[in-house]
């Protein structure tokens, strides 16, 4: 769970950091680079962070919990990009960002597999 945890804390640092950091205009705006960074980075380290967080919370987690976990998680995502969409509240929506959340959910089950397998080895 302590893993979990620092990966949460760790992902949501390093989203604010880039938002925050792309936020100033020290590079040209036209550099698809820049834009991939500024506009996704932030999303998948968000969506990264909010699926440990809640991983975490959880105990003895089953793979059924895992399930349960991504399809709550890729649910508030996309709940947050829809509410932009009816202007709800502020933001642009974008079907780019539909697709990180869910590749970002694919991102974060590979994380997780990887730490099941290593904790298993450790046992």
Not at 55 to 77: A, Q
Request: overall charge positive.
């Amino acid at each position: 769970m302590k893993k979990r945890i620092i990966l949460s804390f760790a992902f949501f640092i390093i989203g604010l950091f880039i938002y925050f950091l792309f936020k100033v205009e020290i590079i040209e705006k036209n550099n698809i680079v820049f834009l991939i960074i500024r506009n996704y980075v932030p999303d998948i380290c968000w969506v990264l962070s909010f699926y440990f967080l809640s991983i975490s919370i959880m105990s003895n987690i089953t793979k059924n919990d895992l399930l349960f976990n991504s399809l709550y998680v890729l649910i508030i995502s996309l709940l947050y990009e829809f509410l932009q969409y009816f202007k709800i509240i502020n933001g642009t929506f974008d079907l780019l960002d539909i697709i990180i959340y869910v590749l970002s959910i694919g991102l974060a089950s590979l994380i997780e597999i990887k730490i099941r397998r290593k904790n298993e080895k450790n046992v």
